[in-house]
């Protein structure tokens, strides 16, 4: 145990509780958690969002962040506890002997810094290398990480790279001080398959050549089990099982962990198209204003009537872009749309209100989709006041009808959404788009930020009120686990433009085009080996070409 990199001995974290209308009170979040980690190895924490998973990793700095306080147990990072060292301790460790990857690097940087000067800072402050050697050092990480002309990358501003690319300087930014320790709090989480297969292949290269220890936190089971050794599954501030990759993923023990592994086990048949379909858009060019070149290209997909069209790609491939223009929020430069056999408007402002109550939309974060200060019974109710003129007693029986429809009941009527869960949250989100009774519903990657077990629950509910609503959607998404579960036709979206449309079963088998061969062999699958696998076959083909 003395010899361990990390020895976590019974950590208990607590935070302080402000439950509406009551007293504030104490309430552990980590419950006596034990762990050790060997230099060299990593350790996988995964679960649910409010599982402890990001709380642990930092506490391996340290340091608890919104108030969160470390109440017991001890942290030992090279033989020497660190909870004890008092506040100077933790500054020499921090950045020193144990440094951290955020989640959003975006957020992380410094916009006004460019990005040598923020990658060398720890290697310089701590003195760990002159500045002439941290600078030397940062150049060949940006090599081993895959970075574009890596002996002047670090000149340009955050702004000034892609988001992958960002992600992967602050990988650089972690090893350059020669840490003993990183933790990876969800590196990849917010990137596309194909961005996080080349972000996940630097991180375990650089894991694997410098020789650190490394916490890896996720919720996404498939991704850690290509980069750690051993797997920690959390819930609710408790160790559910702690063993070997290969035992998690191939012989896991508690029920939580086997449904982790089988997430995502929905078989949806795809649907042939009805005759005549809700949604019909053609030959749709568009650029944003102020710009001088087309951000669309020609795009023409049909939706019918009860079925799903999921439209994929990476970020940029002009998704989001193509709902902007189905909502009137960006007026094509050519083409146009067809809703009910009736021709939408291009504007927004120019639409009838039932144009806007048969085309409803649900939002990527729930959280910033609603009004903090209104209770879900106004938040889904205010459609209802504004399309059918529902008021009073009718009114909240119709929001408690839409509750028991979502599966949350009438008894979160009178919440705020800060009560509620991210799954929670979303379902309200969808609760309100029903509320217009709407023919056809927009759904803009409502599941990339939730968990994969909540995530599932959203799908099976969304796909339960089409079978009784009759009502189609359009979904964003870059999840291609997601479209397999949810889809009965695909557009293929990339630079603009529609590369391979048509019904689920066609898109979804070979032959494939390049850029679709490259999304579906970017999805991470639940088994040992698999990354090194897809870049043994990416180096292959590369070398071919």
């Known amino acids: 145990m003395n010899d361990a990199m990390l020895d976590v001995r019974d950590l208990r974290i607590g935070a302080t509780a402000y439950p509406p209308g009551e007293p504030p009170r104490e309430i552990e979040i980590v419950h006596g958690v034990s762990f050790t980690l060997e230099k060299g190895k990593v350790l996988g924490l995964i679960g649910e969002?409010?599982?402890g998973k990001s709380t642990i990793g930092l506490a391996a700095l340290g340091y608890g962040r919104g108030g969160v306080e470390i109440t017991g147990g001890e942290v030992w990072v090279n033989g020497r506890d660190i909870l004890k060292g008092g506040l100077r301790g933790l500054r020499q460790l921090r950045g020193a002997e144990v440094s951290y990857v955020a989640q959003s690097a975006a957020a992380a940087f410094n916009p006004a810094k460019r990005l040598m000067e923020q990658v060398t800072e720890?290697?310089?402050?701590?003195n760990r290398f002159s500045r002439s050697d941290a600078e030397a050092r940062?150049?060949?990480?940006?090599?081993?990480?895959?970075?574009p002309d890596p002996e002047t990358f670090g000149n340009r501003y955050p702004h000034q790279v892609s988001g992958g690319q960002l992600q992967r300087a602050m990988t650089a930014l972690a090893l350059c001080p020669q840490p003993d320790l990183v933790v990876f709090d969800e590196p990849t989480t917010a990137l596309d398959v194909t961005t996080q297969i080349d972000v996940l292949a630097a991180i375990k290269e650089a894991i694997r050549d410098t020789g650190v220890a490394a916490l890896y936190i996720t919720h996404d089971l498939a991704v850690v089990a290509q980069v750690s050794d051993d797997i920690m599954v959390l819930r609710d501030g408790d160790m559910v099982e702690y063993g070997s990759t290969d035992q998690i993923i191939n012989s896991p023990q508690e029920d939580y962990t086997r449904a982790l592994v089988s997430v995502r086990s929905i078989e949806h048949a795809e649907k042939p198209p009805t005759p005549d379909p809700v949604l019909r858009v053609w030959g749709i060019t568009a650029r944003y204003k102020g710009t001088p070149f087309d951000v669309l290209h020609d795009v023409s997909v049909d939706l019918h009537p009860g079925q799903t069209l999921a439209v994929v790609g990476e970020s940029g491939s002009g998704k989001s872009t193509l709902a902007r223009v189905i909502t009137g929020l960006l007026p094509p430069r050519a083409g146009g749309i067809e809703f009910a056999g009736r021709t939408l408007s291009p504007a927004l402002e120019r639409r009838t209100r039932e144009d806007l109550r048969e085309v409803q939309m649900i939002y990527q974060m729930a959280d910033v989709?609603?009004?903090?200060?209104?209770t879900v019974g106004?938040?889904?109710?205010?459609?209802?006041?504004?399309?059918?003129g529902m008021r009073g007693a009718e009114k909240r029986k119709r929001v408690k009808e839409l509750l028991d429809e979502i599966e949350m009941g009438d008894g979160f009527i009178d919440r705020y959404p800060a009560e509620l869960s991210g799954g929670q949250k979303q379902r309200v989100c969808i609760a309100r788009a029903l509320a217009a009774k709407p023919r056809m519903i927009i759904c803009d990657e409502v599941t990339s930020a939730l968990d994969p077990l909540v995530a599932d629950g959203i799908l099976k509910l969304l796909l339960d009120l089409q079978?009784?609503?009759?009502?189609?959607?359009?979904?964003?998404?870059h999840d291609l686990a997601t479209v397999r579960a949810i889809a009965d036709s695909i557009?293929?979206?990339?630079?603009?433009?529609v590369v391979r449309y048509g019904p689920k079963s066609q898109v979804l088998n070979p032959p494939f085009d390049d850029y679709t061969d490259l999304l579906l062999s970017s999805v991470p699958e639940m088994k040992l080996g698999w990354l090194e696998q897809v870049i043994a076959h990416r180096r292959m083909e590369s070398a071919g070409n």
């Open 138 to 147: 940062a150049v060949a990480l940006f090599a081993k990480l895959g970075l």
């Open 378 to 388: 106004t938040i889904i109710g205010r459609p209802l006041e504004f399309y059918f």
């Open 369 to 374: 989709a609603m009004n903090p200060r209104q």
């Open 467 to 477: 079978k009784i609503e009759n009502v189609a959607y359009l979904f964003i998404t």
């Open 49 to 51: 969002s409010g599982a």
């Open 122 to 126: 720890a290697a310089i402050h701590h």
């Open 491 to 497: 557009a293929v979206m990339h630079r603009g433009k």
